[in-house]
T-cell receptor, first 114, second 116 residues
Framework: DGGITQSPKYLFRKEGQNVTLSCEQN?????MYWYRQDPGQGLRLIYY???????QKGDIAEGYSVSREKKESFPLTVTSAQKNPTAFYLC?????????????FGPGTRLTVT | AQTVTQSQPEMSVQEAETVTLSCTYD???????LFWYKQPPSRQMILVIR??????QNATENRFSVNFQKAAKSFSLKISDSQLGDAAMYFC?????????????FGKGTKLTVNP
């Protein structure tokens, strides 16, 4: 079954530590995305990648970094420079299903920094 | 800049009744996609329905339908025969395509409560 996996589901870190969130897809999609979700804010785009070895900043990229060395993987690092890292993080990929565009989402990772 | 506005932070409906969630968007493009996503308490984002702007016919998926008014830049979601499982956050989204890259712009969501 094709899909997107994110691990872990819950992640706890101490302030000042970098942390990397995993995102893997087996849908053979070129494009992948990272979103942050806070209460009352909807989904905000952090970074996105249209193709391997290339990525662009989204609306709230400060304090985050990404890499795209493989088509299947798009890890997100939350650095110590991110002022409010506690949030729910969603990874997505996009492609066509039956000739129609769709963006698919992983189950998300809840990050808590104390 | 493209923006998506959902003016109803919360809505409620009685089971088996019909409810309409509102969404407006701003764009200068003529061809685009619009989406409604559902996020239940599990927080998994689920595509409910999509609309291609070039299609005049409103999209329908079982109990879910949209009222797409292109000139008014309005894209409302109608849920008929509401069920308890419809309780969720609903997000309207616009697909932006620019310079060879594409991304979704989301509204802030509407929390739907279904009362038994």
């Amino acid at each position: 079954d094709g899909g997107i996996t994110q691990s872990p589901k819950y992640l706890f870190r101490k302030e000042g530590q970098n942390v990397t969130l995993s995102c893997e897809q087996n849908l053979n999609h070129d494009a992948m995305y990272w979103y942050r979700q806070d209460p009352g804010q909807g989904l905000r785009l952090i970074y996105y990648s249209q193709i391997v070895n290339d990525f662009q900043k989204g609306d709230i990229a400060e304090g985050y970094s990404v890499s795209r060395e493989k088509k299947e993987s798009f890890p997100l690092t939350v650095t110590s420079a991110q002022k409010n890292p506690t949030a729910f993080y969603l990874c997505a990929s996009s492609g066509d299903r039956d000739g129609r565009y769709e963006q698919y989402f992983g189950p998300g990772t809840r990050l808590t920094v104390t | 800049a493209q923006t998506v506005t959902q003016s109803q932070p919360e809505m409620s409906v009685q089971e088996a009744e019909t409810v309409t969630l509102s969404c407006t968007y701003d764009t200068s493009e003529s061809d685009y996609y619009l989406f409604w996503y559902k996020q239940p308490p599990s927080r998994q984002m689920i595509l409910v329905i999509r609309q291609e702007a070039y299609k005049q016919q409103n999209a329908t998926e079982n109990r879910f339908s949209v009222n797409f008014q292109k000139a008014a830049k309005s894209f409302s979601l109608k849920i008929s025969d509401s069920q308890l499982g419809d309780a969720a956050m609903y997000f309207c989204a616009y697909r932006r395509y620019q310079g060879g890259s594409e991304k979704l712009v989301f509204g802030k969501g509407t929390k739907l409560t279904v009362n038994p």
